[in-house]
C-alpha cells in the first residue's frame, strides 16, 4: 500500500487506471482532458460518447486505446463557486468514486491529476488536502489497489501536494 506525489505528465504512466479530470458531458476538452484525449486517440471519444455524460463528483470508465495505462476513469470535479455549493464534498466524491471504480475493476496501480485545481479554480492547497486525505482513507481498506500516485503537471500543483502529505 503506497501513496506517492511526483511531478509529470499523466499520459506517460503505465499504470493500470489513469484518473481524467473530465467536465460532465465527457466529450473532452483543455487542460489535462484534451492532453488524454490525444494521446489516446479518437477512440477514446468514441467510447465517452457511448457513456452519455456523467455527474459532478460521479465517475465512469473506458479502456485506455493508445495510452500505456489500460483504463480512463473520468470524473467531473466540482467547478469552485466560493466554497458553498457543496464543492468539497463533491470533490472527495470524485476521488472516492474513482478510486472505488478502481477497485471493481481489479486494477492495482492508479494515476490522479489534481482534480478541479485548474480551470475549475478549486483553491489548490484544499484541494489538495481533500485528495491526499480521501486516497490514504480508502487505502487503508482497499481490496485491489495497492498503488496511488499524484501526478502533478506543474512546480505550483507539487509545491502544494509536497507540502499537503507530508
Ligand atoms: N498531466 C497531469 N496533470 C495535468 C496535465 C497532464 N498532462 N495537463 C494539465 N494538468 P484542468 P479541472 C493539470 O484544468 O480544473 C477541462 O477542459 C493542471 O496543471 O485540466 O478539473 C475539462 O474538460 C492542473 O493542475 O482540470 C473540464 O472542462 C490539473 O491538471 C475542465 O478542464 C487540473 O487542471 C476541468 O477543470
Known amino acids: 500500500m503506497a501513496f506517492k506525489v511526483i511531478r509529470g505528465d499523466i499520459t506517460t504512466m503505465k499504470v493500470d487506471a489513469i484518473v481524467n479530470a473530465a467536465n460532465t458531458t465527457l466529450l473532452g476538452s483543455g487542460g489535462v482532458d484534451g492532453a488524454i484525449h490525444r494521446a489516446a486517440g479518437p477512440e477514446l471519444l468514441a467510447a465517452c460518447r457511448l457513456l452519455h455524460g456523467c455527474q459532478t463528483g460521479e465517475a465512469k470508465i473506458t479502456p485506455g486505446f493508445k495510452l500505456p495505462a489500460k483504463f480512463v476513469i473520468h470524473t467531473p470535479g466540482p467547478i469552485w463557486r466560493g466554497g458553498h455549493q457543496?464543492?468539497?464534498?463533491?470533490?472527495?466524491?470524485?476521488?472516492?468514486?474513482?478510486?472505488?471504480?478502481?477497485?471493481?475493476?481489479?486494477?492495482?496501480?492508479?494515476?490522479?491529476?489534481s482534480i478541479s485545481t485548474g480551470v475549475y479554480r478549486f483553491p489548490l492547497q484544499a484541494g489538495a488536502k481533500i485528495a491526499v486525505t480521501?486516497?490514504?482513507?480508502?487505502?487503508?481498506?482497499?481490496?485491489?489497489?495497492?498503488?496511488?500516485?499524484?501526478?502533478?503537471?506543474?512546480?505550483?500543483?507539487?509545491?502544494?501536494?509536497?507540502?499537503?502529505?507530508k
Do not use: W
Open 134 to 165: 480521501t486516497i490514504r482513507e480508502f487505502l487503508k481498506t482497499a481490496q485491489s489497489v495497492k498503488d496511488v500516485t499524484m501526478v502533478c503537471f506543474d512546480e505550483g500543483t507539487y509545491q502544494a501536494y509536497l507540502e499537503v502529505q
Open 86 to 113: 457543496h464543492e468539497a464534498e463533491l470533490l472527495h466524491n470524485s476521488y472516492q468514486n474513482s478510486l472505488n471504480l478502481a477497485d471493481q475493476n481489479h486494477c492495482v496501480s492508479v494515476a490522479f491529476p
